[in-house]
């Protein structure tokens, strides 16, 4: 097949995560799992619901925002959410996919958003766990992404815990983990890696069971991306690399 981008990689297997009648999440600095949405719109066959947090509820954008917060998102939206509607969806047990960032993530995928180093002299102050703390416990499903698999996100015990509960799913430029047993577990790897790769970038033991390269990408659903980023700026912007 031809060279499959590890930007790519992350957001059609962010969208494969997507479920029939769902109703899904994308929040502040998400980029990726806005593109994965709306991929998802125009690639799948099936209906779900797409809420942001600009607002956006099925959102037909006349553009294409480089922020996932930009006020476009809310264009021709079936009704308007304030932050505070999708929370209490969640809590409500209602919402069944959002997407939430992490800076860490353990082999239980639990996240850090908090600190890099000891709490009480961190290396780097972190922006904290905002919705996500609220929506990773609540949440039916939980996804995240990294742009980065080395063992330095990929940790075998984070720095400080942000968040109770824990991601059902974790996507890499190389590697897709879903939770099995209450722990992360291969699910698939870029076809451009190796299962030997991914268990020398990550900090975590994990089982690979069943896991196997990762299916290419449809021509549905790269055609729906190059319709989103047709110039390739989401692209050069994420700066991903494989190695």
């Known amino acids: 097949m031809a060279e499959w981008s590890g930007f790519s990689f992350i957001v059609t297997h962010l969208a494969r995560f997507i479920r029939p009648h769902e109703i899904t999440f994308s929040g502040v600095n998400s980029t ?20 942001n947090v600009a607002g956006g509820v099925d959102p037909s954008p006349s553009k294409i925002p480089l922020s996932s917060s930009d006020p476009v998102l809310a264009e ?15 809590t409500r047990g ?11 993530i353990d ?3 639990c996240a850090n ?30 996804c995240t992404w990294r742009t980065e698999h080395s063992q330095r996100t990929l940790v075998e015990k984070l720095d400080f815990r942000t968040s109770a509960g824990g991601f059902h799913g974790v996507v890499t430029p190389i590697a897709v983990f879903v939770k099995r047993a209450d722990r992360l577990a291969l699910q698939s790897w870029h ?4 299962l030997e790769e991914v268990r ?3 900090g975590f033991a994990f089982d690979a069971t069943g896991a196997e390269p990762a299916s290419p990408p449809t021509q549905r659903e790269r055609a729906a991306l190059q319709a989103l980023d047709p110039d390739g700026q989401f692209e050069r912007d994420a700066a991903v690399k494989l190695r």
């Open 107 to 109: 082999g239980d995928g």
């Open 32 to 51: 990726m799992p806005m593109l994965a949405c709306l991929l998802a719109k125009k690639a799948y066959d099936f209906p779900f619901t797409y809420i």
């Open 94 to 104: 209602r919402m069944d996919l959002p997407f939430l960032g992490a800076a860490q």
């Open 200 to 202: 020398e970038r990550t």
């Open 76 to 90: 021709h939206s079936a009704s308007i959410f304030a932050n505070g509607d999708s929370y209490a969806l969640c």
């Open 113 to 142: 958003n908090s600190v890099i180093g000891d709490w009480h002299k961190p290396k780097v102050r972190l922006p904290g766990g905002g919705g996500g703390a609220v929506m990773l416990p609540t949440a039916r499903r939980s």
């Open 191 to 194: 076809p451009q890696a190796s």
